[in-house]
């Protein structure tokens, strides 16, 4: 075989791999952080540098991305249409140059280093988390199963970008220092109050709005499923409860589960509703975090409306007793 046969054989094949997306920019901090949001750098099927850059700005301006993974997904995209709307910008599935500069007033960069703290590391730890509910009725604390779940879920980043952007690091090790992205919204003021939420169920998310009508929150979210639908109408919250411990009622007739008696799931951030409730105004239904934050808005609940654990908590901040909660179906 000819050198300029070898050549034109090697030109097709990185062709080839960068038109299935397994040819990507190298997922470094420089590289996020300087990364300009566009139809070329986006992508819906893998993580690029362009898609963290613009998921870390969207969640520090509360328009979450949910998880954050790179990727140009629909919860990306939801999030990037609510936060044109609020500022009154043009809407579009990519970021226009005044959405980008509006996202950019905040200069610091989307990243940043975190030495891996005793406390991180210090469990206990689940080996495995168990697939049905009854399972985990007899387990005293529904923990992280590794300190890589706990670190991704407090930078509120999926685990296979964290560990892409530490090749080589151990999480389970205090004293290492990561690179982790940094969504510290940067004010340090106390969080802006609810003056009502509103729930759509077909678009799965929900908004908080203040009194002037304002949109100063975008979460993506899972809201019902065709076994247990969520509520119609307007409700209140009528409690907020840390660390929950989840109570599983037989009238339910979850699917999967297979108990005809009651039973009790322990706290912990892998329990069944997360870290928070904010209980509801109607039985049995409320606004909760999830041991799964990838599968937020991708698949059903049990008739309550589900969101990462970090925007169950921005959520709980943010409401109170009667704060109204609307529920919607929209047409589109």
């Not at 990243?111 to 005793?118: C, D, H, L, P, V």
């Not at 698949?299 to 921005?314: F, I, M, P, Y």
Request: proline share 8%; glycine share 8%; net charge neutral.
């Amino acid at each position: 075989m000819t050198l300029r046969k070898t050549g034109q054989i090697c030109i097709a094949l990185v062709l080839a791999l960068a038109a299935s997306g397994a040819y990507a920019a190298e997922m470094t901090a420089d590289a996020i952080n300087s990364a300009q949001p566009s139809k070329k750098t986006l992508s819906t099927e893998r993580p690029t540098p362009a898609g963290v850059h613009l998921q870390v700005l969207l969640d520090r301006a509360h328009f979450s991305p949910g998880e954050i993974d790179g990727k140009f997904g629909e919860n990306a995209k939801k999030a990037l249409r609510a936060y044109a709307e609020a500022r009154q910008l043009p809407s579009s599935d990519a970021p226009a140059d005044d959405v980008w500069q509006a996202l950019r007033t905040d200069e610091r960069p989307v990243t940043a280093t975190y030495t891996i703290t005793e406390k991180d590391v210090a469990g206990p730890f689940l080996r495995k988390l168990p697939a049905k509910m009854e399972d985990m009725k007899d387990i005293p604390h529904l923990g992280y199963t590794s300190p890589r779940e706990e670190l991704a879920e407090k930078f509120h980043m999926s685990e296979q970008l964290l560990a892409e952007l530490n090749p080589g690091r151990h999480f389970d090790r205090a004293g290492e220092t990561i690179v982790v992205v940094d969504t510290a919204d940067g004010g340090g003021a106390a969080p802006a109050k609810a003056d009502r939420v509103e729930i759509d169920k077909v678009r799965q998310t929900v908004k908080l709005f203040d009194k002037s009508n304002a949109l100063i929150g975008f979460y993506p979210a899972s809201v019902g499923s065709e076994e247990k639908p969520s509520p119609s109408g307007t409700l209140k919250v009528t409690e907020i409860d840390q660390n929950p411990t989840y109570r599983y009622n037989p009238a339910y007739h979850f699917k999967g589960v297979h108990s005809r008696r009651p039973f009790k799931i322990s706290p912990g951030p892998n329990n069944p509703v997360g870290i928070v409730w904010i209980n509801l105004s109607a039985d049995g239904y409320g606004i909760h975090g999830t041991p799964s934050p990838q599968n937020i808005s991708k698949g059903q609940s049990h008739g309550c409306v589900r969101l990462t654990n970090w925007d169950a908590e921005r959520v709980a901040a943010s409401v109170s007793k009667g704060t109204p909660v609307v529920f919607t179906e929209s047409t589109s």
